[in-house]
């Protein structure tokens, strides 16, 4: 079991650029989960996938951030027109099937702005 | 904001000694609280959690004493090692619930 993979570990792009970011979830959990850990904001959640559909987005910002899990075996999130606040480590963690299963995180990918 | 509290900040104990970190909610739908120990570079890893029905959980060194009528609970580490140097995350979700709600965090450095 290779746990939550995500890639790139770090990135770095130029303001106004776009990211993507990948995380592949442990083989047969059925949530996915992103947060965004900041040294000012902590640990903040951002959006959650159940078996693929998309079930709550409601921390993620309403401009230039989206998610999407086309396949069970992979979820991206992608920040369109980046700008230096969208630095922080992106953080993708998955769980088995109950809502209040252990969630496993990934190493997380860290995103510097320039 | 800030539904999940925690405090010390920062915390320096010697080896050997117990280790006390506290973590407080306001939400009263919460019924479950999950610690996360991370070191730097990696993911946040599951410690150890307890769910509002209890009022203390134990796992080998790590106990958790909840108390729900203050919205109060606290990881105690007991017999520290340097190893236990990490930072200690508290959070929270609400029956139903999914997202979890973390707390800021507490810098534990056992020295030896």
């Known amino acids: 079991n290779a746990g939550v993979i995500q890639t790139p570990r770090h990135k770095v792009t130029g303001k106004g650029q776009e990211a993507t970011l990948w995380c592949e979830p442990i083989s047969g959990h059925s949530a996915v989960f992103w947060y965004r850990q900041t040294i000012v904001q902590g640990l903040e959640f951002l959006t959650y996938f159940r078996n693929q559909a998309p079930i709550d987005d409601s921390g993620m910002p309403k401009e230039r951030f989206s998610a999407q899990m086309p396949n069970q075996s992979h979820s991206t999130l992608k920040i369109q027109s980046t700008q230096p606040q969208d630095s922080a480590v992106y953080l993708c963690?998955?769980?088995?099937?109950?809502?209040?299963?252990?969630?496993?995180f990934g190493p997380g990918t860290r995103l510097l702005v320039l | 904001q800030q539904q999940v509290r925690q405090s010390p900040q920062s915390l320096t104990v010697w080896e050997g000694e117990t280790a006390i970190l506290n973590c407080s909610y306001e939400?009263?739908?919460?019924?479950?609280f999950p610690w996360y120990q991370q070191f730097p570079g990696e993911g946040p890893a599951l410690l150890i959690s307890i769910r509002s029905v209890s009022d203390k959980k134990e796992d080998g060194r790590f106990t958790i004493f909840f108390n729900k009528r203050e919205k109060k609970l606290s990881l105690h580490i007991t017999d520290s090692q340097p190893g236990d140097s990490a930072t200690y995350f508290c959070?929270?979700?609400?029956?139903?619930?999914?997202?979890?709600?973390f707390g800021t965090g507490t810098s534990l450095l056992v020295d030896p």
């Open positions: 963690a998955s769980s088995l099937e109950s809502v209040q299963d252990t969630q496993y």
């Open positions: 959070a929270a979700s609400a029956d139903m619930g999914y997202k979890l709600t």
């Open positions: 939400d009263s739908t919460f019924n479950y």
